[in-house]
């Protein structure tokens, strides 16, 4: 079946970067986009942005434009989300969801990153 | 960047009641427009695409509505499954912008 299977919780300093992967498995991986949306606790979701995992494109949200980098590894099957100088307000939950035509079908289990000295 | 406003932003209802979201976009999004559910400790599902499209395996007592910047999400006859935080989102331009979203709970 279709699944994405992301890593495992992470606790990071403040200032520290944090690389969380995504792993595709049931489709073919070059077929749909992966977005990457993140949920602070008690909070709404905010969309970070994409990676083409067939061009290795990507399209980032203005907010984080500076700080994150999403990256692809065709040979695995896998995405990468990368976000650097984390502060506190970077405690979130990250979603990872593969998207074609405009809508996410499949998410990830989510990954939580806590963001604490 | 297009802004998203759900309301009622939290409502309280009734197994068997007919329940009505609404979701307004800042602009006029033509009917790219989703709607997810999600519940406590798990990742969102799709519900509704491209504004009324059911996703494949949601119950039909779901149906979206709308089109340019007006949008519903209606579930007919509220089942003890559904209580839950809904959001709309916007696939009109990035960023794909999300509602706050809506906290369906029971009365």
């Known amino acids: 079946q279709v699944q994405l299977v992301q890593s495992g919780a992470e606790v990071k300093k403040p200032g520290a970067s944090v690389k969380v992967s995504c792993e595709a498995s049931?489709?073919?991986?070059?077929?749909?986009?992966i977005h990457w949306v993140r949920q602070a606790p008690g909070q709404g979701l905010e969309w970070m942005g994409w990676v083409s995992p067939n061009s290795g494109g990507t399209n980032y949200a203005q907010k984080f434009q500076d700080r994150v980098t999403m990256t692809r590894d065709t040979s695995i099957r896998t995405a990468y989300m990368e976000l650097s100088t984390l502060i506190s307000d970077d405690t979130a939950v990250y979603y990872c969801a593969r998207d074609r035509a405009g809508y996410s079908s499949t998410w990830g289990q989510g990954t939580l990153v806590t963001v604490s000295s | 960047d297009i802004q998203m406003t759900q309301s009622p932003s939290s409502l309280s209802a009734s197994v068997g009641d007919r329940v009505t979201i609404t979701c307004r976009a800042s602009q006029s999004i033509n009917a790219y427009l989703n709607w997810y559910q999600q519940k406590p400790g798990k990742a969102p599902k799709l519900l509704i695409y491209?504004?009324?499209s059911l996703q494949s395996g949601v119950p039909s007592r779901f149906s979206g509505s709308g089109s340019g910047t007006d949008f519903t999400l209606t579930i007919s006859s509220l089942q003890p499954e559904d209580f839950a935080t809904y959001y709309c989102?916007?696939?009109?331009?990035?960023?794909?912008?999300f509602g706050q979203g809506s906290k369906l709970e029971i009365k």
């Open positions: 989102q916007q696939s009109y331009s990035a960023p794909r912008t």
């Open positions: 049931g489709y073919t991986f070059t077929d749909y986009y």
């Open positions: 491209a504004a009324s």
